[in-house]
């Protein structure tokens, strides 16, 4: 199969689900602003950015819908694609001849003049690459790791990477520091749905996300080698970036924005500089919004829910769903779905829950008869099935991350809320047993409703 981000920009045309900008916009925050408005419409495709030939689009996997489509599977079938992808990973086919290095340029003066990198937010401090797949490998066992940490432009060749302490990424460069080595990074621009979504899964160190990518779609993701650096990257890509990141230099990175929309203070980052690009014939630039917007709390969101579900079901058999949801700014509130969950295992499921993910602070516990996307039905089961005296849980001073926009001295309140039914509490002559037609009624009604 087509492994271009193109091909799924062509797909979203055919319905309409692509908008293209021919007005001219500025990089500097014009182009974000459009994104951001436009967060949740269709995909934009940016075809005159001021100052750069390069086209750039953006919100392309803003909806789950779009992240279904562009894995090639159906809205229902997307969470059980993800967890299988996550247990068996497909292994990388190695080619040769790669699209992205149909142009190379071997000696890089100047970024900010090779690529139309946004500037967001008023108070960041220079333009940010947000949609860069970073491709590293252990410098001892050589394992792939790929993810995305944003890199700001320094000027020249240089960039600075902010990688949150505990990711794969800033591991492999301790490593690298403690070996009194450069770490090697291709930064991948451009890329298939799989590719982004494989790059946010939360697997072991030495786990290789791009085999979760290609399980994702169900076809090996080709890669090729580098031009200068021993990394290898996926060919059909639109844009790769070949540098190092430097574990003994570091950057101050002054305000910049997260996804819950604020600005916050990480401090230094990692130095690092770009020696050669390769790209299409004419490339295509993918930019995310990095803050509060659909398209990063999605990508990070649907992963998360793969991987949580898959843990919680290891021990909670009646765990049906978890998801992520978008207001919760794809990290921190979750939906367990559970069917007929026995009397106290929902408590145990939000332990786990908030146990394997750090961020997790209000979890909802429902039942599978309703539909967890649904807001409306998700607080019918809270009005209906929930008891504060008995159903909430309260968990205060619990380590959060630096990311929790409530902390306080990076602790924060956690929550819990069961809206399930009591066993016993549906039965006949209980006091929530359902209301409804004779069963056979319905289901008839329901498979003829089109005629009446
Ligand atoms: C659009 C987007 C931007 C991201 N930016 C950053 C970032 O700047 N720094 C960071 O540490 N993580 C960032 N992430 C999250 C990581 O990519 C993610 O947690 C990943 O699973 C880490 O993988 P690793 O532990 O293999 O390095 C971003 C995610 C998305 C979707
Ligand atoms: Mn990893």
């Not at 492999?172 to 070996?179: E, M, T, V």
């Not at 090697?184 to 085999?211: C, F, K, R, T």
């Not at 902390?407 to 002559?429: E, S």
Request: aromatic share 6%.
């Amino acid at each position: 199969m087509d492994q271009s981000v193109r091909s799924v920009l062509d797909d979203f045309a055919l319905t309409a689900d692509m908008h293209v900008v021919e007005k001219p916009v500025d990089p500097k925050f014009e182009l974000g602003a459009v994104l951001q408005l436009r967060e949740r419409d269709e995909t934009q495709l940016f075809t005159s950015v001021i100052g750069h030939s390069v086209r750039v689009f953006g919100n392309l996997l803003n909806t789950r819908e779009k992240i279904a489509r562009g894995l090639g599977v159906s809205l229902d079938e997307l969470p059980s694609r993800c967890i299988a992808a996550v247990e068996k990973g497909t292994a990388v086919q190695y080619v040769s001849e790669a699209p992205v290095q149909q142009v190379v340029i071997d000696s890089v003066v100047e970024l900010k003049d090779l690529l139309p990198v946004p500037a967001w937010f008023e108070r960041e401090s220079g333009p940010y690459i947000t949609a860069g797949v970073i491709i590293a490998k252990h410098p001892i066992t050589r394992e792939r790791n790929v993810s995305i940490a944003r890199l700001r432009l320094e000027g020249g060749n240089r960039i600075m990477a902010g990688i949150a302490p505990s990711h794969h990424l800033a591991q492999l460069l301790r490593i690298a520091g403690s070996l009194n080595q450069p770490l090697e990074i291709a930064v991948v621009i451009g890329n298939h749905p799989a590719v982004l979504i494989g790059s946010q899964m939360y697997v072991e160190l030495g786990y290789d996300e791009l085999e979760i990518a290609g399980s994702l779609i169900g076809d090996p993701i080709r890669v090729v080698k580098c031009k200068t650096i021993d990394v290898e990257v996926p060919a059909e890509a639109e844009i790769v970036l070949e540098g190092r990141l430097f574990a003994d230099q570091s950057i101050e990175e002054g305000p910049v924005s997260e996804f819950p929309g604020f600005y916050v203070y990480y401090g230094p980052g990692h130095a690092g500089e770009i020696t050669c690009m390769t790209h299409r014939t004419d490339p295509l630039y993918h930019a995310i919004v990095p803050g509060y917007a659909a398209e990063h709390l999605l990508l990070g969101g649907v992963a998360i829910e793969a991987t949580t579900c898959r843990a919680l079901q290891a021990v909670i058999p009646s765990v049906r769903r978890v998801v992520i949801t978008e207001g919760g700014m794809g990290r921190l509130h979750a939906i367990i779905s559970m069917h007929r969950p026995k009397l106290g295992e929902g408590k145990r499921a939000v332990m786990l829950a908030m146990g394997q993910v750090n961020l997790l602070k209000l979890v909802i516990v429902v039942e599978d008869d309703i539909d967890p996307l649904d807001w409306r039905q998700v607080e019918w089961s809270l009005a209906a099935r929930f008891n504060g005296a008995e159903d909430l849980m309260i968990i205060h001073g619990v380590k959060a991350d630096r990311c929790e926009p409530q902390h306080r001295d990076y602790t924060v309140t956690k929550i819990g809320m069961i809206a399930t039914t009591r066993p016993g509490d549906d039965t006949p002559g209980g006091n929530r047993e359902p209301a409804r037609a004779p069963q056979a009624i319905l289901d008839m009604v329901r498979a003829n409703l089109n005629e009446y």
